[in-house]
Each structure stands twice: as C-alpha cells, then as structure tokens.
C-alpha cells in the first residue's frame, strides 16, 4: 500500500510565465530512489523466475528425454525398412 510523503519540495521559477521546475538535487535524489526501487522489483523478479524454471525443468526434462527416445525408435524403424 502507497502512503503519501509529508515531504515537500521547493519548487524553482522559470523564465517562463507558470513555469516552474524542481531543483537538480532533487530531481538526482528522485532517480536515486526509483533506481533503487527497480533494482528491488527485478531482484524480486529473477527470484520468481528461477522458482519457475526449477518447477518446469523436471517436465521438460521428461519431455526432452520422451522425444530422443521417440526420434531414435522412429530412426531404428525406418532403418529396418531399407
């Protein structure tokens, strides 16, 4: 659940009428922060995706094994026919 920040930010007037922009420290700290969360969520990720590789490699595994075994009686067979 999000929760909003008391934390506020002193905005810089522009030139241009209406226009103001936050400061460059603050806009570095904000990237800082959501690199941060990133590097959080694709750690996250790669955890689940090796959880999904180790439950699917025992079926492919059997599958691989299942088709060698297909491929080579086929091959022996069509051998015996020349």
């Known amino acids: 659940m999000l929760k909003l920040s008391m934390e506020s930010i002193t ?3 522009t030139t241009k ?3 103001n922009v936050i400061p460059i420290q603050e806009y ?3 990237i800082k922060k959501r690199v941060g969360i990133n ?3 694709v750690s996250l990720l790669i955890k689940d995706l090796v959880q999904v590789y180790n439950k699917a490699r025992p079926g492919i595994d ?3 094994r299942y088709i060698k075994n297909t ?3 086929i091959k022996a067979k069509t051998k015996e026919l020349t």
């Open 39 to 41: 590097n959080q969520e």
């Open 17 to 19: 009428e209406g226009v």
């Open 11 to 13: 905005l810089i007037e």
């Open 62 to 64: 059997s599958m691989v």
């Open 71 to 73: 491929y080579t009686n």
């Open 28 to 30: 570095v700290s904000d």
